[in-house]
């Protein structure tokens, strides 16, 4: 039987959440923005769904901006900050092993005339911090590094970037779409400035995502998509309410134990000769194995019919090694032997 093993890339909607959504697709689908009692209704219920989210990282209700998922967070987060620079430009620091979206949205910046700095990773993955502070300049505006790396597992110090960035006065945002309700935040803790998430991650719909903006009601982000004033300006558009009811019942509902199907991996795992990439700090439900011969994966696969990935899901499009291997030194037969395996996530 072919299993799917690729909760990285993708989480199926929930029942809860699926049940959650239901009366405001077909019953109350008001605009929330309206002034008549159904809008009200609805404005009521997308508010219940930002507090979930707060709550989930310590933060107030009026600092999460509803987005279509971590890609558009992110280059709200990044763009946002940038644009209020178009005068003098300025120095972003990022990571070499950052989701796609955030590489890119840096290269565009790049070609405004912004100046990037690509902080590469140690060998298991790790973004020293060490590397991060002797990276900022007079003119650093923002730093923008992933919590949980997409591909390797590998969790970030980012309590340490938080701390550099704010004994340097510079905004800190982290792309937290694979450890949001996965692993703890507290975005005071961590002295996180902004940080973008994602539904479809965490049992939620496609489609819908947010980001967490400290003190968003006095930001001074340049909004991508303007519009009548929604989410504080800084983001336009009608609020999809069932998208959002259901980010926030799935923030609500996480779970909070392992599944069969990771038991069923951890006993018969080691019939395989390979390497686990990522270092030590990893989230337990995103491998990245290394098998020692083309003969291993051929006979992994034959008596396994899982769907897996190699890289992440941004990388399956193209035949090249993935960004985030290479840069962790793999070479290109080592690469096309490495695969993810990542199993249904829960809160550890």
């Not at 998430?197 to 009601?217: M, N, T, V």
Request: some cysteine; charged content about 20%.
């Amino acid at each position: 039987m072919i299993k799917y093993y690729d909760y990285a890339a993708s989480t199926p909607i929930s029942e809860e959440v699926s049940l959650a959504m239901k009366p405001w697709e077909q019953q109350n689908f008001a605009n929330p923005s309206a002034s008549h009692q159904a809008a009200i209704d609805a404005s009521e219920a997308i508010q219940l769904a930002r507090e979930k989210i707060a709550d989930e990282i310590g933060a107030m209700p009026s600092e999460i901006v509803f987005t279509s998922g971590a890609s558009e967070s992110n280059n709200l987060a990044i763009k946002g900050i940038a644009f209020n620079h178009l005068d003098k430009k300025g120095h972003i620091i990022t990571s070499s092993i950052e989701h796609k979206c955030v590489l890119n949205a840096c290269s565009f910046l790049e070609t405004l005339g912004f100046e990037i700095t690509y902080v590469s990773p140690n060998s298991d993955g790790v973004i020293e911090s060490s590397f991060v502070k002797n990276a900022i300049k007079e003119n650093t505006i923002l730093i923008s590094i992933h919590h949980i790396n997409n591909e390797l597992g590998t969790i970030q110090p980012i309590e340490e970037f938080g701390a550099i960035a704010f004994e340097h006065n510079i905004p800190f945002h982290t792309d937290a779409a694979q450890s949001f309700c996965k692993v703890q935040i507290d975005v005071d803790d961590m002295d996180i400035d902004m940080l973008s998430l994602s539904g479809h991650k965490i049992y939620g719909p496609k489609g819908i995502g947010a980001l967490y903006i400290r003190d968003a009601r006095d930001s001074e982000l340049v909004p991508l998509i303007h519009g009548g004033g929604q989410e504080h300006g800084l983001r336009g558009g009608t609020s999809p309410t069932p998208l959002i009811v259901g980010l926030g019942c799935a923030v609500e509902t996480f779970p909070s134990h392992k599944s069969e199907q990771h038991r069923i991996f951890d006993e018969l795992i080691n019939e395989f000769d390979f390497k686990r990439n990522g270092g030590e700090h990893l989230l337990s439900t995103t491998w990245n194995i290394t098998f020692s011969s083309d003969e291993e994966v051929k006979r992994f696969f034959s008596k396994h019919k899982w769907l897996v990935s190699q890289g992440s899901a941004c990388n399956a499009m193209t035949n090249t090694p993935s960004h985030v291997l290479t840069a962790i030194g793999l070479d290109e037969n080592q690469a096309r032997r490495t695969y993810r395996i990542s199993f249904p996530p829960y809160r550890g």
